[in-house]
């Protein structure tokens, strides 16, 4: 029996450990070229362009908000947009994978003449 908890122990602050490693997921470089193309614009601004909305994204991190706004522009690539607008981000607190969570919301928006 002790060898038991101790494994679920183990097994489970590695669970938590690994949890809070976050990453944007891009490994294909032409995707990885799109996201890092990705412009946020915020505080009132808006592209000089036409855009169109394409709808609004979520993308989380735990405890690093830098990388929560790096994660919106992977989830703005993958619904079709070249930019993100009104970019906000909360602190959620504690989950049970992160005692820190942090979610960004943001509208996914393509550009026209932007690629």
């Known amino acids: 029996m ?3 908890m101790k494994f679920f122990v183990i097994s489970f ?3 938590l450990l690994t949890a809070c490693v976050t990453t944007t997921g891009v490994s294909d470089s032409a ?3 799109k996201v890092s193309n990705i412009v946020i ?3 009132g601004n808006k592209p000089q362009s036409d855009y169109t909305t394409l709808g609004q994204v979520q ?3 735990c405890e690093n908000e830098k990388q929560a706004r790096a994660n919106i522009k992977v989830e703005v690539v993958k619904m079709g947009g070249n930019a993100a607008l009104n970019v906000t ?3 959620k607190g504690a989950n049970l994978w992160c005692y820190n969570n942090i979610v960004c919301y943001a509208d ?3 550009v026209k003449g932007k690629q």
């Open 108 to 110: 996914a928006i393509a």
């Open 59 to 61: 993308a989380e991190a």
């Open 89 to 91: 981000c909360e602190d």
């Open 31 to 33: 995707l990885r070229e």
């Open 41 to 43: 614009y915020n505080d």
């Open 2 to 4: 002790a060898q038991k």
């Open 13 to 15: 602050a590695i669970v």
